[in-house]
């Protein structure tokens, strides 16, 4: 089992930065890849970025390439969010997940309970 808490959330102005975190704890040697969705009342949760955690490799949704920035430090086994130049539409809440799957287990999706960035005009 993983458990993976949220922090970093809040309101902002347009323009502004906020940096997201997720703890992971319990079987974190079986996470291979983290990362972060959100979702915005009314819409599907949309895929933002994803992180290899053991080669460091990242992915990240046209919507947010060049403004967001997915890092990890294994040593604490936390993945980091860096939003950047935040606009209105990026108000959501947004998710941690982490995939899990060894050589004796079947992969499995953990998530986290979500934390809002509220982005004022």
């Known amino acids: 089992q993983v458990q993976l808490v949220e922090s970093g959330g809040g309101l902002v102005q347009a323009g502004g930065s906020l940096r997201l975190s997720c703890a992971a704890s319990?079987?974190?040697?079986?996470?291979?890849?983290m990362g972060w969705y959100r979702q915005a009342p009314g819409q599907q949760r949309e895929l933002l970025a994803t992180?290899?955690?053991?080669?460091?490799?990242?992915n990240y949704a046209d919507s947010v390439k060049g403004r967001f920035t997915i890092s990890r430090d294994n040593a604490k086994n936390t993945v980091y969010l860096q939003l950047n130049s935040l606009k209105p539409e990026d108000t959501a809440v947004y998710y941690c997940?982490?995939?899990?799957?060894?050589?004796?287990?079947?992969?499995?999706?953990?998530w986290g309970q979500g934390t809002q960035v509220t982005v004022s005009s």
């Open positions: 319990g079987s974190t040697f079986s996470i291979n890849a």
């Open positions: 997940y982490a995939d899990s799957f060894t050589v004796t287990t079947i992969p499995k999706r953990y």
């Open positions: 992180i290899i955690t053991r080669g460091g490799s990242t």
